[in-house]
């Protein structure tokens, strides 16, 4: 027997039956399978020989697990092992391969990115990413749910469930990790920044509006909610509409801008000119100019708590319609 011989009987792993033993996962599959979907081209590293590796997170198409969420481990172009829900949490999968040697992997570099993110979470923010994550959980551990929404005849709300969860959680890590950041010392990135700030504000609140009426069937009214309101107002001001504002009609038409070094979270300014009521005109332009401030971390920590509010409605209705059994 040559060495090379030697070396593969050493290595060679014994047959073990399907799903054998357990071993200890830090993120559930739902968790991985949802990063390997935004990390599709991320290399791990396999435990105990390094080898390098991908996983991509896929759909099953034939056999017992047709139609079914599966993480599929390559390596260089091809499938060395692949988990099911099922198989997560097990030393073997379903055809007995070893599957722990991609699983840990996955944890240990998923799990630290994640918490890295997580660390710059603000309590609202950490509320949000905690009910959405409850949201997802329930959808995917329901079958009656999923039956709900895979049907052919859903497809739009199911299309809509999930690209606003989606949405959710980039805009709430992003809005997240630039607040302890904070704005750039550099006016013009700072307005670059600010601009994108609102608009991913604006992103978020469409994908909470969205994701209501997917789950719900309803429109979700948001007449009620003062801070909502507030920040959607500033930006249409500031960020959307700023040379000229004239929406809604209830309100004057403005037209604005931001001088330079125009604050940060804590306080900032904004120059407003505002289209007086009267036809007839003032002394001088500058009588229907002003200066608002804005505390906008705390306005932003107050619209928080009410988006985190409607997305506990939204798990309270799934856990109503679909009730586990």
């Not at 609202?124 to 949201?135: D, P, V, Y």
């Not at 994701?211 to 959307?240: H, M, P």
Request: with cysteine.
């Amino acid at each position: 027997m040559n060495i090379s011989q030697k070396r593969s009987r050493i290595i060679k792993k014994p047959t073990r039956p399907p799903h054998f033993s357990r071993c200890e996962n830090k993120m559930s599959f739902v968790e991985a399978y949802e990063f390997m979907s935004d990390n599709a081209d991320m290399i791990f590293y396999s435990t105990g020989n390094k080898t390098p590796f991908i996983a991509k997170a896929t759909i099953g198409i034939k056999g017992s697990h047709k139609n079914k969420k599966v993480i599929r481990f390559f390596t260089k172009g091809t499938e060395k092992a692949r988990a099911y829900s099922c198989c997560w949490g097990h030393i073997t999968n379903c055809n007995r391969t070893y599957i722990n040697c991609f699983t840990a992997a996955i944890n240990i570099d998923s799990t630290r990115n994640r918490d890295f993110v997580y660390s710059l979470l603000g309590v609202e923010m950490k509320s949000i990413l905690a009910i959405r994550e409850r949201i997802y959980n329930y959808f995917h551990g329901n079958n009656s749910c999923q039956k709900f929404f895979f049907d052919g005849a859903q497809e739009e709300r199911c299309a809509a469930y999930y690209t606003s969860l989606y949405l959710l959680q980039d805009t709430t890590e992003s809005l997240s990790v630039h607040r302890k950041k904070g704005f750039s010392t550099d006016s013009h990135e700072a307005y670059i920044e600010f601009w994108g700030i609102m608009q991913a504000i604006i992103i978020q609140q469409d994908a909470i509006c969205e994701l209501y009426k997917a789950v719900t069937g309803s429109k979700l009214t948001i007449d009620e909610l003062g801070s909502w309101q507030k920040l959607r107002f500033l930006r249409n001001t500031c960020a959307g509409h700023p040379a000229r504002r004239d929406l809604p009609k209830s309100e004057p038409l403005t037209r604005t801008f931001m001088r330079r070094n125009f604050g940060d979270y804590s306080l900032l300014t904004y120059e407003k000119w505002e289209k007086p009521k009267a036809k007839i005109s003032s002394g001088s332009p500058l009588d229907n100019i002003s200066h608002p401030q804005v505390e906008l971390g705390s306005l932003i920590d107050a619209y928080e708590k009410e988006a985190a509010e409607i997305l506990h409605r939204i798990l309270r209705y799934m856990e109503s319609e679909w009730p586990n059994t």
